[in-house]
């Protein structure tokens, strides 16, 4: 069993739901990373998502790609957020770890040999934005099974049935549902729609089901932990970054005390229900 899929059987048993921050490795300098993660699990996130910098991110809104331009100015490479996870498990070794990201920087390391580096590092799922079910299949999947790493797959309001079976069929650990048509951090929930494609896709699918996208504060969170299995969030968190940099005690305060805040609330809204 995967840390990500034991995390879910655990927070089922304890009737909670998940709260996954993410924030972009080597913002705003790479020895922020790490520490910041431990503080974010100290804080109640039960899965991380770690963000590979990088520089076409055509699913980030302007939060994010200013985070990943940050980031690449100290040249925050994929190998070196790879170390930043393996350093994360010499700590904690049982909070699961998801690195969220291009195709780009893993083609260019090559699939056997990222696979194989994100194992020995403790990397637990990835989410690689641009690469379909369908492109997926010939090389990327097989290693990732092989090594027991989840693939994750993101599906959109658009999504049909055929395409929520098909990511469901080959994903592991979650599926990412993009609760908003837009980049990250971009316009308001629309909870009753949001409500309505949720369910959809629960009834199609047997992974957990995540939202992200929107998510902005803790009363955003406690709404969509009553709706779906986890919480992500990305934007929200990456601007606390941006707006303190040279700052980091600010930043890591104001980071834990908002997911501090998401984490009592999504419980209470849960407790609840």
Do not use: W
């Not at 980031?71 to 070196?80: D, E, N």
């Not at 393996?86 to 049982?94: L, N, S, Y």
């Not at 770890?97 to 040999?113: D, K, Q």
């Not at 902005?216 to 406690?222: C, F, I, P, S, V």
């Amino acid at each position: 069993m995967s840390r990500i899929q034991a995390k879910f059987d655990q927070l089922r048993q304890e009737g909670r739901k998940a709260l996954i921050p993410f924030i972009t490795a080597g913002d705003p300098e790479p020895g922020f990373t790490v520490p910041l993660l431990h503080r974010m699990v100290e804080a109640g996130a039960d899965i991380l998502e770690l963000g590979v910098p990088f520089s076409d991110p055509m699913a980030d809104g302007p939060v994010i790609q200013r985070a990943s331009e940050r980031a690449l100015r100290h040249k925050t490479s994929l190998r070196q957020v790879l170390g930043m996870v393996a350093e994360f498990r010499r700590k904690d070794a049982e909070t699961p770890i998801v690195l969220m990201g291009y195709l780009n920087p893993i083609e260019c390391l090559g699939y056997r040999a990222f696979v194989d580096r994100a194992k020995a590092a403790g990397v637990d799922g990835v989410l690689t934005v641009d690469l379909p079910v369908e492109e997926a299949r010939d090389e990327m999947l097989p290693l990732l099974y092989q090594a027991g790493i989840d693939p994750i797959f993101l599906l959109a309001p658009t999504s049909p049935p055929q395409r929520i079976e098909q990511a469901d069929a080959a994903g592991r650990g979650y599926l990412y549902y993009v609760s908003l048509k837009g980049v990250t951090g971009a316009g308001h929930l629309d909870l009753e729609d949001v409500a309505r494609k949720v369910a959809a896709i629960k009834a199609l699918a047997q992974l957990p089901v995540g939202v992200g996208f929107g998510v902005k504060d803790a009363g955003t969170a406690a709404q969509m932990a009553r709706l779906a299995d986890a919480v992500v969030v990305g934007s929200a968190l990456v601007r606390r970054v941006e707006e303190n940099l040279g700052d980091p005690a600010r930043i890591e305060a104001e980071i834990t005390a908002l997911l501090a805040a998401m984490r009592q609330a999504m419980d209470r809204e849960v407790a609840a229900a």
